[in-house]
């Protein structure tokens, strides 16, 4: 079954370099992960994938929440709530797959949900937030 990728496009983008740097990079590693799991990979590849997405998220998102404590952004609380559950995801899907079940499709699939569509949503509506909070407070 092949599944779908996404690409970091320009409606991607919210204006603020590092953290689209940062974005368009989990997401191309992400496609690359779904790109070997489709031809087959071995499950050491897949978790050592993994573990990679996972600290990278994490980076990731203390770049997100420095930037958000030093503009005092409103929402800061909610926001890293939403970092918290994707981190929780990530770790949950990371040990189903080290369990009984392996790397089989439903949890192909359960990644491709959760690291495309959820990332992506997070940052159409979360991330473009900060960005608006910090453009529109410059020297915050």
């Excluded at 970091?8 to 496609?31: A, C, M, N, S």
């Excluded at 998102?61 to 930037?67: A, G, I, T, V």
């Excluded at 939403?82 to 797959?97: M, P, S, V």
């Excluded at 080290?98 to 949900?113: I, S, W």
Aim: charged share 30%; with cysteine; net charge negative.
């Amino acid at each position: 079954m092949e599944h779908q990728t996404i690409e970091f496009t320009k409606d991607l983008e919210i204006g603020l370099p590092v953290i689209d740097e940062q974005h368009k990079e989990y997401i191309r590693r992400v496609g690359i992960l779904v790109e070997k799991c489709e031809v087959g990979v071995s499950l050491e590849d897949v978790l050592s994938s993994l573990d990679f997405l996972e600290k990278y998220a994490i980076e990731h998102f203390d770049s997100e929440e420095y930037l958000m404590r030093e503009t005092s952004y409103p929402l800061y609380d909610e926001h890293k709530a939403y970092h918290e559950y994707f981190c929780r995801q990530l770790d949950g899907l990371t040990e189903q797959i080290k369990g009984k079940d392996g790397f089989c499709e439903a949890n192909l699939v359960r990644l491709t949900q959760l690291t495309f569509y959820w990332f992506v949503n997070h940052i159409r509506t979360h991330d473009t937030r900060i960005a608006e909070h910090i453009h529109s407070h410059p020297g915050a």
